[in-house]
């Protein structure tokens, strides 16, 4: 097998794990079900990644908050309200092409119980990606006038409302609680704006 074939075969269990942790959560994924929901052999699994579980689990948590976030700064860059727009339709598609089965993959990690320190390692690495995506935002706002504490409690307001509302999209099976928070948040922010 080439080094790209590797780097692809890697890359589509990186994003597998990410995939089954949005479904099943930090305890329901394990190398085992990694391969057998990536199609891969058990052995390979354990040959890309070498310190197991907590490797795996971290890095789909890194790839996640990697490939949200320059969705996110994207669509930022014709403004906050855009920002917020181009965030929950990564996570609408998400809900939706899972049939309301799948979530945030580092929500999911967040709100276990980490067993150990390898799992704390996970939890460590899912608030550095919520941080970083409500740098993004608040950096956003900032551009836009508004002040640093308001951008930061807007910016976290963002991401929480988004995180539960995913929830609550799974619990319904619906997507009407993002149309309604979606309304709610664009209206916060334009009148921030509007105020500074």
């Not at 070498?50 to 996640?64: D, R, W």
């Not at 807007?154 to 099976?173: D, F, K, N, P, W």
Request: proline share 3%.
């Amino acid at each position: 097998m080439s080094q790209s074939d590797k780097k692809v075969a890697r890359a589509r269990l990186v994003a597998g794990a990410a995939d089954l942790l949005s479904r099943k959560g930090m305890n329901g994924t394990s190398i085992r079900e990694l391969a057998k929901h990536s199609r891969a052999p058990l052995g390979s699994t354990y040959h890309y990644f070498p310190g197991g579980k907590q490797q795996v689990i971290t890095e789909a948590i890194q790839f996640i908050g990697d490939k949200v976030s320059a969705g996110l700064a994207h669509s930022l860059k014709a403004g906050p309200v855009s920002g917020l727009r181009g965030f929950l339709a990564i996570w609408r598609e998400e809900v939706v092409r899972s049939e309301f089965r799948a979530g945030c993959p580092v929500l999911s990690v967040a709100v276990e119980e980490p067993a150990g320190e390898d799992e704390m390692a996970a939890l460590l690495v899912a608030n550095a990606v919520f941080n970083d995506w409500m740098h993004l935002m608040a950096a956003a706002l900032r551009e836009e006038g508004v002040s640093k504490a308001q951008a930061e409690q807007i910016a976290t307001l963002v991401v929480a409302s988004v995180e539960g509302t995913i929830a609550l999209c799974r619990a319904q099976r619906s997507v009407k609680p993002l149309d309604q928070v979606s309304r709610q948040l664009e209206m916060l922010i334009k009148n921030a704006i509007r105020k500074d």
